[in-house]
């Protein structure tokens, strides 16, 4: 988004590119319902958004009321009372991994507790079939319906839509455009679903499909993502049963595929966003253009011309995104560019059927004050980027919301703009650490807003992303055990790869050097108990490994280890300054340093192979005390420094184990536990190094795939904090 390399909104085309993907494990174990023991408070680490916002939908019949959906962190209802969104989603488990990307959603205008939700994240083969969840009660509760197509909430075209729309003429029907499997019709309220047919959109395995279902009165709209240009792509029922393409469409490259359309009822003109891609990546050229439904005449309306030149020479390439009426005043409405990165995107509003346009990016008083990360290591934050998700209050004219690629800008004023993000937390995690001494209990490592400091769980952190150099997403984070003012941390970066603190990860500076390896491939990292020794590993985002490197200057110069294994993530161990671990995921072999990482011998072999995403960790104020996660293999431990390893047989499958404060009159760390002790995988603790577990998460907090990495804090018994795929970092407390 920002800055280079992958994030975990990567777009996949296919199945060589999933392994590098988060959350594409496979999964062996169901969950069950079992009484979480004993009781714990769930609150999530405040940092607010971080996330793509894909959609945004004010209920049209009740003031206050609106929803949001994510590409990959499910979908939340705002509550005006509070002030903040409410996570609707949160009970889908591990199994359902695949249902936090949401879709599309709609709302019943005339039965205002009636939701709907199309999810499903992947329409790959590797993922599961998408689901369609209804509510009468505002999403409190749900009923689900299994779909047996695919849906691609994370994928390109997640901003286009609404792909899901309650049939106007009667609440019973509902109609899901699908990606490659056509339009489906439900006439049961969302129950059951039926292929409609005789819809003129001819589906395919690699298309878009239907981008958008409006209605505009009585009739229904849905867009076709995958015209040529020259074919219709917008098709019209009158009726519900015989569709037609809508005569006098635009057409061209700027009206390739329509991303949005809004009505309005005064006017009874529909206006249609369009792009040659969907977006939010990968688009040139759009249009906006508007249809009088009642005389069948098309207007071009759009307020800028994509293909300028900026002031600096740039080509200002971008396409149209969102669109929405004012249900207040005729003939006012907004629009957004989006993906237009030379001028940076905007908001335009014409109050006159978009006969002109005023850009509000150029009066915008932007305070991100309550998230700071949004200046992104720079001056000022930017107004937006990938905007496709925009609304306008229909109880407030001034009132409009847009998303961006990781927050919800609203104003109430059209000048004055800041975050309305509160409760809504879509963050990728990918590393935590809890230190033992400071003022932050927290540092984590995100996809696409680099590291946090966490002074505070309640508040985003007031010094933002770490900067100097600021990271799109780290890839690596540690931090001396011994020594705990002393951090690193690796990444993408905007001007360096790799960056040491001195003061527990409140600043930062880049290492004086860098291999050449580090710009496009900069894997985790690892800093020995006292800060002496640096080891650097090296993986390409296409799975590519590289030798590991080491440095004894603190970043300042880097020497090759051929004895490491390629690709590994090296672990140090927490008491002995000369020792350092690492285990060979596609041999199934650990391999031992015992002079401060110079070289590396084997250990222990014969162990559970073939998966990157494997872990060992070491159990901190010990040495050699080590802990294999395997996943549906099992958890394995070592007290001899990786040169035997013992099966536990206290737990069936563990996908990322962390430690935290002893439990009174324990001499060893708790123990936390992604994984199955039994049939179900939650989350776990146990006080006495494994013998025993219960489960400590209940089945309204499951948040999905949580396997990346957990940790307990060495300061507080029973505190434990999970990182999710899209919804940022959970943490729990004993109560």
């Known amino acids: ?34 009484p979480a023991t004993p009781s714990y408070r769930w609150r999530q680490v405040v940092i607010g958004g971080t996330g793509f916002v894909s959609g945004v939908l004010f209920h049209p019949s009740v003031r206050g009321l609106a929803y949001a959906r994510t590409d990959i962190g499910g979908a939340y209802r705002w509550d005006d009372r509070s002030a903040r969104w409410i996570p609707l989603n949160d009970d889908l488990g591990w199994d359902d991994w695949n249902l936090l990307g949401v879709e599309a959603m709609a709302v019943d205008p005339a039965h205002p507790d009636r939701v709907y939700l199309a999810l499903g994240t992947y329409t790959q083969s590797w993922a599961g079939n998408g689901a369609v969840l209804r509510s009468e009660d505002r999403g409190a509760t749900w009923a689900r319906t299994d779909l047996s197509v695919k849906l691609g909430g994370n994928e390109d075209g997640r901003g286009t839509g609404e792909r899901l729309l309650v049939d106007p003429r009667d609440s019973d029907t509902l109609w899901l455009g699908t990606r490659h499997d056509g339009l489906l019709k439900s006439m049961d309220r969302g129950v059951t679903w039926g292929a409609v047919s005789g819809f003129p959109g001819t589906p395919s395995g690699s298309g878009q499909g239907v981008t958008l ?9 849905a867009g076709w993502g995958d015209s040529d240009g020259t074919t219709p792509n917008l098709f019209r029922t009158s009726d519900g049963t015989t569709w037609e393409a809508v005569p006098g469409q635009p057409s061209g490259t700027g009206a390739k595929v329509p991303i949005r359309a809004s009505y309005d009822c005064h006017t009874r003109e529909l206006y249609v966003t369009y792009a040659d891609a969907p977006g939010p990546n990968g688009q040139t050229d759009g249009s906006v253009h508007k249809l009088a439904t009642g005389k069948g005449t098309w207007t071009d309306v759009t307020p800028a011309k994509p293909g300028g030149t900026t002031s600096d020479g740039s080509s200002d390439t971008f396409g149209y995104g969102g ?3 004012d249900a207040r005043r005729p003939g006012t409405l907004v629009v957004s560019t989006n993906d237009r ?12 059927g978009g006969r002109t346009w005023t850009s509000l990016k150029d009066s915008a008083v932007l305070d991100v004050s309550e998230t700071p990360f ?4 720079a001056d000022k934050p930017k107004f937006g980027w990938w905007i496709q998700a925009l609304a306008v209050d229909p109880y407030d004219s001034k009132h409009i919301v847009h998303g961006t690629g990781a927050t919800l800008y609203g104003t109430r004023d059209l000048k004055h703009w800041a975050p309305q993000i509160r409760g809504l937390e879509e963050t990728a995690v990918r590393h935590l650490i809890s230190p033992p001494t400071g003022q932050a209990h927290l540092l984590s490592g995100l996809g696409d807003v680099g590291v946090m400091y966490h002074e505070r769980l309640t508040a985003s952190p007031s010094r933002g992303m770490a900067s100097n150099p600021a990271f799109g997403s780290a890839t690596g984070l540690a931090q001396a055990a011994a020594k705990p003012s002393y951090v690193v941390r690796t990444g993408f970066g905007d001007h360096g790869n790799g960056a040491f603190s001195n003061d527990g990860g409140r600043t930062w500076a880049p290492f004086a050097a860098q291999p050449a390896l580090a710009k496009d491939a900069p894997g985790p990292i690892a800093v020995n108990t006292d800060g002496s020794v640096l080891l650097w ?70 162990l559970p192979s073939g998966d990157p995403q494997f872990e060992l960790v070491a159990a901190p104020g010990r040495v050699g005390d080590l802990w294999l996660s395997a996943k549906w293999n099992g958890l394995y431990r070592s007290t001899d420094g990786g040169a035997t390893f013992t099966k536990l047989t206290s737990c069936r499958a563990s996908y990322t184990l962390g430690f935290g404060k002893a439990a009174e009159g324990a001499d060893y760390p708790a123990l936390y536990l992604v994984g199955s ?14 013998k025993t577990w219960v489960r400590i998460n209940d089945d309204r907090h499951q948040w999905g795939w949580i396997g990346e990495t957990i940790s307990g804090d060495p300061r507080v018994y ?7 795929n899209g919804r940022g970092i959970q943490y729990g407390d004993a109560v």
């Open 213 to 221: 279902l409006v209605a505009a009165g009585r009739t229904l709209y």
């Open 677 to 690: 002790t039994e049939s179900i995988t939650a989350v776990h603790r146990s006080d006495d190094e494994a």
């Open 374 to 377: 949004l200046t992104f290591g």
């Open 341 to 352: 990165w030379a001028a940076g995107d905007t908001v335009y509003r014409s109050t006159n």
């Open 718 to 724: 029973g505190r434990v904090y999970i990182a999710t």
């Open 323 to 325: 669109v929405s009426v």
């Open 1 to 34: 988004m920002l800055v280079s390399g992958p994030s975990r909104r990567t777009v996949l085309a296919g199945t060589a590119a999933a392994a590098a993907l988060t959350a594409v494990p496979a999964f062996q174990a169901s969950a069950q319902a079992v």
């Open 537 to 606: 590993t090296f993986v390409h985002w296409d799975g590519t490994k590289h030798p590991a490197q080491r440095s004894t200057d603190n970043g300042a110069g880097w020497s090759e280890v051929p004895t490491f294994p390629k690709g590994a993530t090296p672990v140090a161990d927490p008491a002995d300054p000369k020792r350092f671990y690492a285990y060979d995921t596609d041999t199934g072999t650990v391999y031992a340093s015992t002079d401060g990482g110079l070289s590396f011998t084997a250990g222990a072999t014969g």
